[in-house]
T-cell receptor, first 114, second 120 residues
Framework: RKEVEQDPGPFNVPEGATVAFNCTYSNSASQSFFWYRQDCRKEPKLLMSVYSSGNEDGRFTAQLNRASQYISLLIRDSKLSDSATYLCVVTPFPYGGSQGNLIFGKGTKLSVKP | DGGITQSPKYLFRKEGQNVTLSCEQNLNHDAMYWYRQDPGQGLRLIYYSQIVNDFQKGDIAEGYSVSREKKESFPLTVTSAQKNPTAFYLC???????????????????FGPGTRLTVL
C-alpha cells in the first residue's frame, strides 16, 4: 500500500458545483495533515492544515478520520480559479514540516468549467 | 520582499555533466529542503537541512549532493551518477518551532518557484 493515496482524477465540474477529494494514508503514526494546492507548472502552496476536529476556511472544509486513516477536502461553490491539482500531505511529526519529512500524495486534478 | 528564490528556472544539461541548482531564502528560516517532482508523481524528498553545516539524506539522495554553509543558501548538485535527472526540482524552507505560541499553527513549508532540469 502506498504511503499516501489519492484519486488522480481529473475531476471535471461546472462552476458552482461542490466537489470532494479523498486521501488515505498508511502510517498510523502520522500526526500532521495538510492540503496543498499546485497550479500547472508552479510550486505547491499550503491550502490548509487539517485538524482532528475538522476545520473550515471559507468554501473549503477539511476532515480527518484517524480510525480509517482518511482525510477529505470539500470545495463548495467551485470557481474557475479553483482549477489546480490538490496534494494531500502527511507527516509523522506533530508540528509539521520543520522536522523533516512531508509525505506527498500524487495529487488530484480539478478542472472547473464555465 | 521575503521569499525563496531558485535559479535558473530552466536548465539544460548534457549527459555526464554535474550541475548545481541554486536555492536562496531571506525568510530567516532554519530548515531547508530539496524535493524532486516527476510528471504525475508526488514530491519526493532528496535532502534536508535543519541547521547550518548539517544536512540529512531524504528518500532519494543517491546521485545528489548538498551543502549548507549559510543559513540563507542550500544549493543542490545533480551529479552524473544520477541516472534519471530530468525532473522539476523544488526547494522549500520552514521556520523554527521555538517560540511559536500556537501549537495548532503547524509549520508550513514554503516552496520556491522550482527549476526544470532537462538532460539532453
Amino acid at each position: 500500500r502506498k504511503e499516501v493515496e489519492q484519486d488522480p482524477g481529473p475531476f471535471n465540474v461546472p462552476e458552482g458545483a461542490t466537489v470532494a477529494f479523498n486521501c488515505t494514508y498508511s502510517n498510523s503514526a502520522s500526526q500532521s495533515f495538510f492540503w496543498y494546492r499546485q497550479d500547472c507548472r508552479k510550486e505547491p502552496k499550503l491550502l490548509m492544515s487539517v485538524y482532528s476536529s475538522g476545520n473550515e476556511d471559507g468554501r473549503f472544509t477539511a476532515q480527518l478520520n484517524r480510525a480509517s486513516q482518511y482525510i477529505s477536502l470539500l470545495i463548495r461553490d467551485s470557481k474557475l480559479s479553483d482549477s489546480a491539482t490538490y496534494l494531500c500531505v502527511v507527516t509523522p511529526f506533530p508540528y509539521g514540516g520543520s522536522q523533516g519529512n512531508l509525505i506527498f500524495g500524487k495529487g488530484t486534478k480539478l478542472s472547473v468549467k464555465p | 520582499d521575503g521569499g525563496i528564490t531558485q535559479s535558473p528556472k530552466y536548465l539544460f544539461r548534457k549527459e555526464g555533466q554535474n550541475v548545481t541548482l541554486s536555492c536562496e531564502q531571506n525568510l530567516n528560516h532554519d530548515a531547508m529542503y530539496w524535493y524532486r517532482q516527476d510528471p504525475g508523481q508526488g514530491l519526493r524528498l532528496i535532502y534536508y537541512s535543519q541547521i547550518v553545516n548539517d544536512f540529512q539524506k531524504g528518500d532519494i539522495a543517491e546521485g545528489y549532493s548538498v551543502s549548507r554553509e549559510k543559513k540563507e543558501s542550500f544549493p543542490l548538485t545533480v551529479t552524473s551518477a544520477q541516472k534519471n535527472p530530468t525532473a522539476f526540482y523544488l526547494c522549500a524552507s520552514s521556520p523554527p518551532l521555538i517560540g511559536r505560541p500556537d501549537s495548532r499553527t503547524y509549520n508550513e513549508q514554503f516552496f520556491g518557484p522550482g527549476t526544470r532540469l532537462t538532460v539532453l
